[in-house]
């Protein structure tokens, strides 16, 4: 070991797969751990052996590769197979049934969909069908998750998706959203431009986002969504998105920076254009960049807060998990996140109550 | 390579507080690591006849035990577990530190090695055939197959049948046998001579202690067998033994049913069992006392006419 | 009745046998099937082509030398329960389904 960290390796890895022919044998003690705990070892399985540099591993390690592919494989086969049944349940409504996130890379066939580990399904309906598309769901089997009525009360309300619903027999989930940010928060991208851009698959009823908006959203959900529990995970499927659009589809490097002005999604850009070239070393073009900078960047000092925050929260080391910063970035993180989804008042409220039922859990709360 | 019980209880004792003894288990290696000192007589005793893999340089997982900090050392007296370094699973009584060790080696064996097909059964092996025993715990399966291992059948595994994909043979990982409550009085009375590890009541499964394999079976740890019946054991205290035909159908459905990742595996998992339960005599079998139970599995496997004679078939009509 | 059924477009099906009885994986939605002559003759009838419920019966009847009237309703109740699961569809064009069945 040269002193680098294990986060390091990974990126490493992740960067450039082809090297890994190259690695040394203790290296890769250090390495499987690593990915396994970013929750990316799938991922990186699926590289080794779509750049045909599987062979060339150590044994072991090859072993340990193949081991974590059929897992994904699994995932992708459910995503599959539950929008055949949603579509099929939605066919008598006439919705356009538009895939998010994981089914969206699945159907679509993109390398942002392999090696992933995720088999909720989310897709985006019209508000005003949310009702007739629930009835439908739950005529087939699904169920509303049981939740405490709060949190019922906050997705209905407050949020820009229903209550996970689960199928009964299958046990699989589905999320029906009808805008991509909580409608609490400071952000509104019009979920009508989001629909009338999204493009049609192959097969037919079924529909995905426009290359840009699946940037955007993935975007929206890293840096503003979530918990950045997702992390590194959610990065990489950044960096697969942005490369294969950015080589395939002619015009998307020059409308992804428009497009996300016009549904408000800038700072979110900005931060995930810059993360993904700094740790992923993803290929955006110059133009575009400045671009992005120009228009999402947040005044000074943020992002240098921010950097350091995310690099610690996106990829800890084994020993910054034992200490308190780590810890700390993620909670700061979380702070912001739920911060730009709602007013103080309201924010202050939420966490109230989530705290104390993380001490009091509810006999009303399913079990995952 | 030496193996576990040729080095003194020192040398084990750093290798355990330090970087870890590597152990040789068959188709995975482990590391197991710990600082608590009353592990080390244990280890060395169940795991003594394991070759210690120091030449590897990298193995599939990594356990180590360790007491809890701060409060939970001092006034709680817990352990706390970590699987590669991440801390694993709840923390637990320090006093139940060997099954836990047990417990998270288990964990790791059934839920990492997805290159292979892995069943939820124990596996022994008679005349160059193995036999699978598949049963929830309770089924007695434990006890059964302490009992065989301890009338001479060789040990592949007391838990789980590892299978690589495509193949008719199941992989060996002989490791210490599970046993609780009243099946270790039952062993002790079978075979006075048997070396049980020691006992620790209280855990969530009752009172459980741990048959030592073989030696024999840890040596052939990589001799794999190719099955020839599965038999579905269920303890009923005072019935009288017998054995049960049953489908192919219905003992590929249990199976999997049973399995760790069949579903995972897809067409890879389905093709995989349908070869070995292609190979199999299936049978149900009730069982009062565990005399009784191993003398009718050793007719089972003498038999020769209780092998399958019709192969099954691929497709409908 | 005058439905015609099939298999939806691009299903994986594999089967063993053994004893009598069919052992079905399919692949699309991971799913182990354990079926007895009858079922097997069903699906397997409905791969080999899109068939009609009642010559599906027929057929079906002449080959395993049963009465019509005897498995007549078994094979609808099946092939309802074979819609439910995703491994049969009606040849018509899917509409609002007339009865309020649900997955199991």
């Known amino acids: 070991m040269t002193g680098r960290t294990d986060r390091d390796l990974l990126l490493g890895a992740l960067r450039d797969p082809l090297c890994l022919g190259r690695l040394e ?19 990186l399985a699926h590289l080794t052996q779509q750049r045909g540099v599987d062979d060339a591993l150590p044994p072991r390690a090859r072993q340990q590769l193949a081991a974590a592919r059929p897992l994904a494989e699994q995932h992708a086969r459910i995503l599959r197979w539950e929008v055949s049944r949603i579509r099929d349940a939605l066919s008598a409504l006439d919705v356009r049934l538009v895939l998010l996130k994981g089914a969206a890379y699945v159907l679509a066939g993109l390398p942002a969909g392999r090696g992933r580990l995720a088999s909720d399904v989310d897709v985006l309906v019209p508000r005003g069908r949310i009702a007739e598309v629930e009835r439908a769901l739950l005529a087939r089997g699904f169920r509303s998750m049981k939740l405490h009525p709060y949190d019922q009360r906050y997705y209905r309300t407050w949020s820009h998706e229903l209550p996970p619903l689960r199928h009964e027999r299958r046990r699989s989930v589905v999320d029906v959203h009808h805008t991509i940010l909580p409608l609490t928060g400071r952000v509104h991208p019009d979920p009508e431009k989001l629909l009338a851009a999204a493009e049609p698959l192959a097969e037919p009823g079924l529909w995905v986002l426009s290359p840009e908006d699946l940037v955007l959203h993935s975007a929206t959900h890293l840096f503003q969504d979530g918990d950045l529990g997702g ?108 911060w730009l989804r709602m007013p103080p008042w309201l924010l202050a409220y939420h966490l109230t109550r989530k705290a104390l039922r993380a001490w009091v859990p509810d006999r009303d709360e399913a079990k995952a | 390579m030496s193996r576990v019980r040729e080095l003194t209880a020192p040398a084990i004792a750093d290798r355990l507080r330090g970087p870890g003894l590597a152990l040789d288990l068959g188709p995975v290696v482990a590391r197991l690591g710990t600082t608590l000192p009353e592990l080390l007589d244990p280890v060395r005793l169940l795991y003594g006849g394991f070759p210690i893999a120091d030449h590897e340089p990298l193995v599939d997982f990594e ?25 694993a699973f709840a923390p637990f009584p320090r006093a139940q530190a060997l099954p836990m060790l047990e417990w998270a080696v288990n964990w790791c064996t059934f839920t990492r090695p997805n290159q292979y097909l892995l069943l939820h059964s124990a596996v022994v092996e008679r005349h160059g055939r193995c036999l699978l025993l598949p049963g929830k715990p309770g089924s007695g399966k434990s006890t059964l197959t302490a009992g065989l291992v301890l009338s001479g059948w060789r040990l592949l595994s007391d838990e789980v049948a590892v299978v690589p994909p495509g193949a008719h043979h199941v992989l060996p990982v002989p490791r210490p046998v599970g046993l609780k409550d009243a099946s270790i009085q039952a062993i002790e009375r079978f075979d006075a001579g048997a070396v049980i590890g020691p006992r620790t009541p209280g855990t969530r499964k009752g009172t459980v202690a741990h048959l030592r394999p073989p030696d024999d079976s840890v040596a052939r740890r990589h001799e794999p067998a190719g099955p020839a019946w599965i038999v579905f054991p269920r303890f009923e205290a005072g019935a009288v033994t017998a054995l049960r035909p049953i489908s192919r159908p219905e003992a590929f459905l249990r199976v999997a049913h049973e399995s760790f990742n069949y579903s995972v595996l897809g067409d890879v998992g389905f093709e995989t069992l349908a070869e070995i339960v292609d190979r199999c005599s299936c049978y149900a079998m009730r069982y009062g006392d565990l005399a009784t139970a191993i003398e009718a599995l050793d007719d089972l496997v003498t038999d020769r006419s209780s092998r399958p004679a019709i192969a099954g078939s691929e497709a409908p009509r | 009745m005058g439905t015609a059924w099939r298999l939806p477009d691009g299903q994986e099906l594999r089967w063993r046998s053994w004893d009598g009885e069919y052992l079905l994986y399919h692949a699309n939605s991971g799913d182990t099937h354990r079926l007895n002559a009858v079922g097997a003759a069903v699906l397997s009838g409905i791969a080999a082509g899109s068939v009609e419920t009642a010559e599906l019966v027929e057929r079906i009847a002449r080959e395993l030398q049963l009465e019509t009237n005897a498995i007549h309703e078994a094979i609808v109740d099946l092939l309802a329960r074979f819609e439910d699961l995703g491994l049969v569809e009606p040849v018509d064009e899917p509409g609002p389904r007339a009865d309020s069945a649900r997955d199991r």
């Open chain 2, 63 to 87: 356990v180590r035990i360790e007491p809890g900090r701060m409060l939970r050392r001092w006034i709680a007296r817990q352990g706390v577990a970590f699987v590669d370094g991440q801390r």
């Open chain 1, 25 to 43: 044998i203790h290296a890769w003690s250090e390495l499987l751990p690593a990915a396994r705990r970013a929750g990316v070892l799938a991922r």
């Open chain 1, 231 to 338: 992390g590194l995970r959610d990065l990489l499927d950044l960096d697969a998105l942005l490369r294969d659009f950015g080589e395939r589809r002619s015009g998307f490097w020059s409308q992804l920076v428009p497009r996300a002005e016009s549904l408000g999604l800038t700072r979110p850009l900005y931060y995930s254009l810059r993360f993904c070239r700094r740790l992923l070393e993803t290929p955006v073009p110059e133009s575009t960049w400045r671009a992005a900078e120009q228009a999402g960047r947040p005044p000074r000092p943020l992002p240098t807060l921010m950097d350091e925050l995310v690099l610690r929260a996106v990829c800890p080391d084994r020993d910054d998990r034992r200490t308190p910063g780590a810890q700390a970035a993620r909670v700061v993180l979380y702070a912001r996140s739920h």
